[in-house]
């Protein structure tokens, strides 16, 4: 979901819920609970204003390429930058951190890197096409976090892509260049792709555990 607030010159984007790709922006019509983030929503955006430029995010993350353009878009952006994470940016939501100038992160909120992933049919020459393809975005993944690298090469960058990496602010200010702020509470509004990694940390399935409640008391009213 996109908020924008304007004051003394400075513009704060507020960056909530699943990227997604703009193919899927016209079921805003539709659903105005839609809690998504859109390139096209960012594009309008940053078109629209001047001056230095806060991208607030709280996001586990969604769509590669979604993820990736507004990246390139605030790398593009003529004004200085600055990524801060509210409680994570994970998979495509780290892409957009590492497209600001600079990134601040909480010492207990979290950053996380995994390696691309697609869900595809067909024959052994179609499969071994997309893992082909998968290395190349990979490679384009390892480009982006190596912008904000402090003392590490890009071999392990990929080691940690390839392990599915959580850090939390503290660590990952061991490997990149961010700067570490206080505990903060953790926002519960990271959107649902954060159900679907191997390691997500207790506090978010915790949020997890809290939307089956709500889910199974509406069921009860039925």
Known sequence: MIR????????????????????????????PEDVSTYPEDIRSILDDVTGPVDVYISSGGGDLFAGMAIS????????PTKAIVDGLAASAASLIAFGCDEIEIPSNAYLMIHKPLVTVCGNAD??????????????GLVETYARHT????????????????????????EYFNIK???????????GN??????KTPEV??????????????TLELY
Not at 150 to 173: R, S, V
Not at 180 to 190: C, H, K, L, R, Y
Not at 205 to 213: I, M, Q, V
């Open 150 to 173: 402090k003392g590490i090469g890009n071999d392990e960058i990929n080691q940690m892509i390839d392990a599915e990496t959580w850090l939390t602010g503290k660590k990952a200010a």
């Open 126 to 139: 179609d499969l071994l096409d997309w893992a082909t393809t998968l290395d190349s975005l990979q490679e």
């Open 4 to 31: 924008v607030k304007n004051e003394g010159g400075r513009t704060s984007i507020y960056v909530s819920g699943d990227i997604v790709d703009d193919c899927w922006h016209f079921a805003k019509d539709f659903m």
């Open 204 to 217: 978010f399935k915790k949020n997890e555990n809290s939307k089956l409640d709500e889910i199974n008391a």
């Open 72 to 79: 390139n878009m605030l790398a593009r952006y003529d004004g």
């Open 180 to 190: 570490v702020t206080g505990e903060e509470t953790i926002p519960q509004n990271v």
């Open 193 to 198: 792709c954060v159900f679907n990694y191997t």
